[in-house]
């Protein structure tokens, strides 16, 4: 006699769940990826519109090295992640993300009051100085608040990066010595520096 009982259905699958934990690892990781695609993209503009002259095919010889395949030091493009080894667009890329972290992030949580003995300069990116120790504090907030860091990442740089540049920004002869002394009274001037000293030629 055959079985005639209704097949059981398969149980469902508990739906999948990740720990907020996890989000925040994943949402950090996201936030990384889109700050190093962004690098890389500024980068590859840059290589795509300076492209290396190809020799033509007759020219080339079996001896010659083939395109692209020139040392690290004939690479075209920057060298470098700092801002001062930067130029043109890209330098203009730089600035403004720079700036966006500066102004929504930097400012609101340390930009302090401002006064004789802690000056400060709206127009910050016209000063070279500021600019140079603005960019590096901002490379090393990007490296010290990622997860790789460590959970002691964003104390060191508080410790080793933020106290130090702050110190030397908002010094009384610091880059903005001449600059903004009061809200009330603004003012902005980039302090001249020394020129290089000219070689004589002999005669």
Same mark, same amino acid.
């Given at each position: 006699m055959s079985d005639t009982s209704p097949t059981a259905p398969a149980p469902c699958p508990e739906p999948f769940r990740v720990s907020d934990e996890d989000l925040d690892d994943l949402a950090s990781a996201l936030a990384k990826t889109i700050a190093e695609v962004r690098r890389h993209g500024v980068i590859l503009d840059r290589l795509g519109s300076e492209p290396d002259p190809v020799p033509p095919a007759d020219q080339q010889t079996d001896d010659a090295p083939a395109a692209g395949a020139a040392g690290p030091e004939k690479a075209d493009g920057p060298t470098s992640v700092f801002i001062l080894a930067l130029g043109g667009e890209v330098y203009a890329v730089e600035l403004t993300a720079l =700036?966006?972290?500066?102004?929504?992030l930097l400012l609101p949580v340390y930009g302090r009051e401002i006064s004789t003995t802690r000056p400060w300069c709206a127009q910050?990116?016209?000063h070279p100085e500021a600019v140079a120790r603005l960019h590096?504090?901002?490379? *090393?907030?990007?490296q010290f608040t990622d997860t790789e *860091?460590?959970? *002691?990442?964003? =104390?060191?740089?508080h410790r080793d990066h933020l106290d130090q540049a702050l110190v030397h920004l908002r010094a009384p002869d610091g880059p903005f010595a001449a600059c903004?002394? =009061?809200?009330? #009274?603004?003012?902005? #001037?980039?302090?001249?520096?020394?020129a290089p000293e000219q070689s004589e030629v002999a005669a």
């Open positions: =700036s966006a972290w500066v102004n929504h910050w990116h016209e590096a504090l901002w490379l *090393a907030w990007q *860091a460590g959970l *002691a990442g964003p =104390s060191t740089w903004t002394t =009061s809200p009330t #009274r603004p003012n902005h #001037r980039v302090l001249t520096t020394p």
